[in-house]
């Protein structure tokens, strides 16, 4: 295979996605790295701002959030390995949302979250093929899987 | 057809699921209701109550949460239509998880929680065909849904 | 096979489903029915009567045409046929989409429309496996399909 | 994912099309589109000219609707991404059996119409990802969707 | 499992299907069987008869295979075990083609014809988990397969 | 939901499959179970006692297999659950093969199998919901998932 | 979309596949044709010159079939749109399956054959997008599907 | 067809990979082929290397397990073929779950191990289109269905 697409679904209030893509291209490893928009602006008006206002908050919501609904589904179903990263802020139901979708599909899950976070996401880990506390160990486990190397 | 099944995810705190499951019943609805096991305690415990004990509080989790999820996935894949209730307790990761799971299976979603959630569960509402923000709206849809009549 | 399950799509304004079920009943068809909700009124106004009202049209449309979605797919799945109708009144665009919906799931499908609709309908008959142009003849063909005799 | 591949469904007697494509080819979007034949003649007729006259035009539309069905399921079951587009002419229900098909495959479907079409199309816009009321939103809907970024 | 499905495709000339239904109900198999419509004028001239006279032998045709193939498209896919039968007369194309959509399916195929049709079946047989010479050798295969007990 | 069916792949020569069946029937549990022929002599004979003798034991254990799979994957395909166990003698590669299937077919697994087979199993372990040691587990197990309770 | 790729199924005794490939290449069409092996000699004995000779003419042919079925099934899963041929010599069971084949995996399939043929083949050519009655015309199908234009 | 992407399952304790691709090599065939991490050390390794230290073994293989699946399960899933090979060595479970996933997904098995293993592998060899006794015979099956040719 020539190239591994991999779907970093989840936070987008951190660095983890710069450590798992620097990590990865250091590494030299056959990877196409995919995500979802990560300008929150952008993420929570891009329905207004395209398709005309609202007065309601929930249909401002809505469009905006089918739209990012679009790059979303469309990424997820293309991707060989779908990673989901909780941080320790905000609700994240829909990086859960993204999980359960790519579980359902039978896509490869790989979930990144600090250990404290363990048991509210004890059915999401369930679902996952490797459970990270690092984006580092992220890393490490594409490596793995892409080359069958171990570190050092 | 004769019957349609209705799974009932998300919150296990509060009375929902009776009120739904009443207020079928009251309207004679032509419904088989399914749910995942709601006793919070046996759901934290099943997997070292059935399976032996675990030293690790992440393993304790991961077997019970793999019990769950025979449970779980099995019910969502035979549902016709998936609720999912967010209440405002809890992280409840696996009510949106159970959500993405039913979308990408293409099941018919609807989704009910208080209306102050609207932000950030503004991806898991915009994959619904329903958004409630009451029980009682659920059973109307589904009044609608299986007999084509309103309320009234 | 003890039953077979027909999905009657399209018209709502017309007598065609009491033909095609009396019809059918009348020749003790091995047939279950089924079919969207008939009322116009309560398929326009089922969003704001059960979710709450909307000063916008296009969003009290949305929340209805989602509820009728939730009957509409759901049969559509269940069925082993679709029948679909096409009358000459109103733009009917939910017939079409109903059929291509049919048509993509592989579902055996039956298009029944007055002969003067055969251009613009070109592309629905052309995936159809029967098209009809009057009730009794759909019947017909159901007889046909379902006990493997003809009339007379 | 090096280019994303959007189906132009629809409308054939506008320059619709040519606003999208020129539109996205200006914000050098990394996209591929792809259309239904658009000559409305050959559309018509291609079915006697190549496989043969018929002395019914039912038959002659018959072949020909065949024929172009072999470009559009393909193109349909290939894109990332489906765009119908209804005009103010025409029955246009190939518009609508494509947009279901679509609907059915689980492709993203983005709907362009002039807002006075919302009522009879509302179960068509009720599937879809977004709602655009003209083809320089849906540019502004795939510049966001490939690329994250919002105009200015 | 209450009860098996098994749908008899092929030959419509012997009474083979008749040998294996009633060897299977003489053993009291736990078998639903299915079939096409095995009136042969009838399934030649159903496509006329219902929908309206041809003057190309080609439409007649085609309007008939067409109904015929609703029955059959049908039964196939809901059947748990399908057999194809080939005789020693006429072309039986459509045997041929009901194979390969049950392969296709992934249905468990059970082949049965003459030993000197062995050659010109080869690809057919390489996609059956039993070829049969005799009707009764099908009794007994299902007889196997359903109660797990072979003969005396 | 009112049955679940659940299939017991693997071992033939142990009593796993009465524990299994009669613990579950003892807590009168809402499950249908199903399973291979667990005749061992009819399982290896069977191709030739129906379809003739073959001088090659290649295509005699072939034809058996072969009548063996139309059972296995039809049970396999209609399971609700798989259960698989492993016991201490024979290779057993038809067990790890079933779970394999099941596994690829996206059903919940369930492997029983002594704790010194842990290493070997690994890989199979690894695609199972819950791993058990003895039937009396999987009992267990099956009591929780259908019913929501535990022991005791 | 780039190239199309297109399966040519069918006869072998002929000059179709050149004329259809020669066709297309005068024309610069876009297209990938792949085709079954078409060495009739070595499609018989393949697996017995690979696999090793037997004494049974009905496993020789088992091997062989099997063998082939590699490459067939494979190339028919990926092909766009599959053209099957059928001439006026041998049984041509194996082009009836793969004509069954391709239609439940919903591939756009042309038919060619001679006219003589069309009442045995009519079952086939109700599953076609396409009936021609000669290469040259499955030639204009290709060029009008990938190009949107007819001849001349 | 470009390229067919050959995946090559099982054992890992012998050169059978390195005289397959060579094969291939020698001969130009138009093949990518693919294989799990071969590094028996890595294999049993890499769970606690990456994810961390366990206490149990049955954890530290768990986790090792999943993250071969991570890669085994992709590879599968995009080979056109697989081969699953087995020696004399070791139980192969992992090897026999592999031809049993790829069985399920519907992909050609080509299956490779010495003669006497025949009778406890008759249900995967069942499940095969070729079964070879050598390396080189795998070669010839893969040069037969790439190209068409016999050697020699």
């Not at 896509?107 to 506390?133: F, G, R, S, Y």
């Not at 490596?143 to 171990?150: I, P, S, W």
């Amino acid at each position: 295979m020539s190239a591994w697409t991999v779907y970093l679904s989840g936070e987008i209030h951190s660095d983890w996605r710069e450590r798992v893509v620097e990590g990865a291209s250091a590494l030299d490893l056959p990877i196409v790295f995919t995500a979802p928009g990560t300008d929150h602006d952008a993420s929570d008006n891009c329905g207004v701002a395209i398709l005309g206002s609202e007065t309601s908050s929930f249909w401002k919501d809505h469009k905006g959030a089918k739209l990012n609904g679009i790059r979303t589904r469309t990424l997820l179903e293309k991707a060989d390995i779908v990673v989901v990263r909780f941080g320790d802020r905000y609700k994240q139901w829909n990086a859960a949302f993204d999980a359960g979708y790519a579980a359902a599909l039978g896509k490869p899950l790989i979930v990144n979250h600090p250990p404290d976070l363990t048991h509210p996401l004890k059915e999401v880990d369930a679902a996952a093929l490797a459970v990270c506390e690092t984006p580092e160990q992220v890393v490490e486990v594409l490596r793995y899987v892409t080359t069958g190397a171990l570190a050092g």
